[in-house]
């Protein structure tokens, strides 16, 4: 009977272990690309609700800083920005290699097509997943219906 609770105890803590993220997020940062005729010869950007560019202008990007905080190196990154206030989602595979305990930034572009689209984004970044250089795969915990209600 003893033996069978600690290997209870041991497999529920690996299991909560493998779940917890293995990652830091930090410094996300949603910026509108700006054409050139916007400004004048420059090209740039401008911080999301910042200021006014070019009313054509589509392009977004998304920038985030992304610590590896496993004992493993991390060869990739699945994850989501959400656009709240279009209900548009986003997804992204970004191949990068993170060491243990070392951090690095990320960024992508996309295009927002929507005839409103203005300098204000209500966004969410998530990590849907992450790759290890052995194989082993971090996955977004979906939550059981007994932990929704």
Do not use: C, H
């Not at 990652?23 to 950007?45: C, E, H, I, R, W």
């Not at 920038?63 to 990739?76: A, C, G, H, P």
């Amino acid at each position: 009977m003893k033996k069978l609770i600690v290997y209870l105890l041991f497999f529920s803590t690996l299991a909560f272990a493998q779940n917890s993220p293995p990652f830091d997020l930090q410094n996300v940062q949603v910026t509108k690309v700006v054409s050139p005729n916007a400004m004048g010869s420059s090209y740039g950007s401008v911080l999301m609700g910042g200021g006014t560019g070019s009313a054509n202008s589509k392009s977004w990007r998304v920038e985030y800083r992304l610590k590896n905080l496993s004992d493993k190196v991390i060869t990739k990154v699945g994850w989501q920005i959400k656009v709240l206030n279009y209900n548009i989602n986003k997804q992204f595979k970004t191949k990068i290699k993170i060491k243990p305990m070392k951090e690095t930034n990320l960024s992508e572009s996309f295009d927002l097509d929507e005839a409103g689209a203005n300098n204000t984004l209500d966004t969410q970044v998530n990590i849907t997943f992450i790759e290890f250089e052995d194989g082993s795969i971090w996955q977004y915990p979906v939550p059981k219906p007994e932990e929704i209600r």
